[in-house]
């Protein structure tokens, strides 16, 4: 147990509409990250948030967006959704600002669009 | 922005043989490059990791080597077991803000007995 909890596990929907992931960092980390896993693509940086403040921006999405509240859970919004948003997202957190240590991840959010 | 590359995307070995996997990244400010390991319907887990300081690292059958200059590292696994299964990413970044872990594709890693 990595001490990252994602919810929902998973999540089936229809396109056009709008889900939310949720994260719960580990006791103490103030750095979350967010990634999506997609068949060959590998782990694809999204976003990252440090103590409330977004740190680091990847290939997000525009319809797509994210925050971190004052307690440090995270939570990622994707809307208009597609086929293609059919993936595995990953929460994962660290102690450190910088993405220079560990990263514990959580089990993921396994997204389904129909 | 950093890109990373992995190769190869899938390896297959006997049991007790060695399996290298290697990466190579384009931004020559990273300093930080770690391995995950994910098994199948795992989240993705550390398993070591070097710093831009430091050549080569051991820990037990695996080891990790680093070539600045070149800007590429690998994986080595030695004495290959089933249990090693798994998907490997090799991930960079740097210490500058508002860099970020970016991971390669991952090598499907299949050890048979």
């Known amino acids: 147990d990595s001490g990252v909890t994602q919810t929902p596990k998973h999540l089936i929907t229809a396109t056009g509409q709008r889900v939310t992931l949720r994260c719960s960092p580990r006791s103490g980390d103030l750095s979350v990250y967010w990634y999506q896993q997609s068949l060959d693509q590998g782990l694809q940086f999204l976003i990252q948030y440090y103590n409330g403040e977004e740190r680091a921006k990847g290939n997000i999405l525009e319809r797509f967006s994210a925050q971190q509240f004052p307690d440090l859970h995270s939570e990622l919004n994707l809307s208009s959704l597609e086929l293609g948003d059919s993936a595995l997202y990953f929460c994962?957190?660290?102690?450190?600002?910088?993405?220079?240590?560990?990263?514990?991840f959580g089990e993921g959010s396994r997204l389904t669009v129909l | 922005g950093e890109n990373v590359e992995q190769h190869p995307s899938t390896l297959s070995v006997q049991e007790g043989d060695s399996a290298v996997i290697k990466c190579t990244y384009s931004d020559s400010a990273s300093n930080y490059f770690p391995w995950y390991k994910q098994e199948l319907g795992k989240r993705p887990q550390l398993i070591i990791d070097i710093r831009s300081n430091v050549g080569e690292k051991k820990d037990q059958r695996i080891a990790v080597t680093l070539n600045k200059t070149a800007k590429h590292f690998s994986l080595h696994i030695t004495e290959t077991q089933p249990e090693d299964s798994a998907v490997y990413f090799c991930a960079a970044s740097a210490s500058q803000a508002g860099t970020a872990l970016i991971f390669g594709k991952g090598t499907t890693l299949s050890v048979s007995s």
């Open positions: 994962a957190s660290s102690a450190t600002s910088g993405a220079t240590g560990e990263l514990f």
